[in-house]
């Protein structure tokens, strides 16, 4: 058990983030931390030890502002309850940041494999690869950094990530570890549970296993990481199976509301079949490239899918009435194929909430 707390908005002081923070005391700790951006600039605290003793080192700071930040309460499982293991953690830049709560059983290799590629460790802790993992993957884009280093983590994890260069942006993901998502007037949150929420709002999402939601100050998003959860996560859907496939445009053109990204894929549920089709790979872990390249050009909005392709796959793969879930876009061209062919639809979309 641990905390985790973090808000994306327009603006509150830290001293509220730190008591929200105090309000998961119960779970009990050992050190506890918070990253915040303040103008632009990271600024981090943690130390072991109460949140009483870091609400005093705070001090003259407590009073200020920030539109972004993520605090811990942290249960050490590997390394010392010390001021360095504390989160969050950041990476050899200076640039990701991040909380955990879990375990990551395979970090070893992985630190290893990192300390290769020339990543630096400065804590003793399981969680620092992650910071290091996004780091890697990072490429301007922090939502697909983040889906590619979590897909490579074995264990329990509740992560909440932000980025220096991206200061409107606060992401988190969940596997066996809780997260509940806070949707507020001033700003969205996430919280390790309710009670740090309740001031703030009471629109509460909790996320599940192998779903990854990405705030924005007024907006939020939620897909999942990884196809691998896909059949936890539908165990009690009215559905039979699923199968995904994936549209990849090379040039990166495809605009999904998490980012501008190489490749989006469909889920297609089949009743009455029992039996799970993987078609290709997660699309997450594998090369897209390999798979589907569409033929034709793109349409500019609301996104560049080609309209005629979706249209031939779904006849192909799906039968009338078939459900088809788009977890990308939910708009445009799938929307419409499934009209056309007598199919039904669900689609995700930026949820715009006042
Ligand atoms: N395993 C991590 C650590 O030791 C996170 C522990 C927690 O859930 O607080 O730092």
């Given at each position: ?12 002081s ?17 050190s ?5 951006l303040?103008?632009k ?29 993520i ?32 375990i990551i ?24 690869i992650?910071?290091?993992l ?19 983590l ?7 990530v ?80 699923f199968?995904?496939?994936v ?20 889920f297609?549920?089949?009743?009455n ?13 594998d ?44 708009s ?23």
């Amino acid at each position: 058990m641990c905390g985790i707390f973090g808000y994306v908005g327009k603006q509150l002081s830290l001293e509220t983030l730190v008591e929200g923070l105090q309000r998961l005391e119960y779970r009990g700790y050992d050190s506890c931390g918070i990253a915040a951006l303040r103008e632009k600039k990271l600024f981090l605290q943690k130390r072991s030890g109460k949140i009483a003793h870091l609400r005093k080192q705070l001090d003259s700071k407590l009073k200020s502002k920030t539109e972004l930040a993520i605090l811990h309460t942290r249960w050490a499982t590997h390394g010392k309850p010390n001021k360095i293991n504390a989160h969050p953690h950041i990476g050899c830049r200076r640039k990701i940041v991040a909380v955990h709560n879990g375990i990551i059983e395979n970090f070893l290799p992985l630190k290893e494999k990192l300390k290769k590629q020339g990543h630096r460790f400065t804590s003793e802790t399981d969680t620092e690869i992650i910071v290091h993992l996004i780091e890697e993957y990072y490429k301007g884009s922090l939502a697909e950094a983040v889906k590619k280093a979590i897909t490579k983590l074995d264990g329990s994890f509740a992560v909440g990530v932000f980025c220096v260069e991206d200061p409107d942006t606060l992401l988190v993901a969940r596997k066996a570890s809780p997260l509940i998502v806070g949707l507020g007037k001033e700003g969205n949150f996430i919280a390790s549970d309710i009670p740090a929420l309740l001031s703030f709002t009471k629109k509460v999402i909790y996320l599940k296993d192998g779903e990854l939601a990405v705030l924005k100050k007024d907006s939020f998003f939620i897909t999942f990481f990884s196809t691998k959860f896909l059949p936890e996560l539908f165990k009690n859907n009215p559905f039979g199976y699923f199968w995904q496939f994936v549209l990849y445009c090379s040039e990166g053109r495809v605009k999904s509301p998490i980012d501008y990204t190489k490749y989006m894929s469909c889920f297609v549920f089949k009743k009455n079949n029992p039996k799970i089709v993987h078609q290709g790979k997660d699309i997450f872990v594998d090369t897209p490239g390999k798979m589907v390249e569409p033929d034709e050009g793109y349409i500019d909005h609301p996104t560049p899918k080609p309209k005629h392709f979706i249209k031939e796959i779904l006849k192909m793969f799906t039968k009338e009435n078939d459900l088809v879930l788009d977890p990308f876009i939910g708009s445009g061209s799938t929307a419409v194929a499934c009209i056309q062919l007598n199919r039904k639809f669900i689609g995700f979309e930026i949820e715009k909430i006042f």
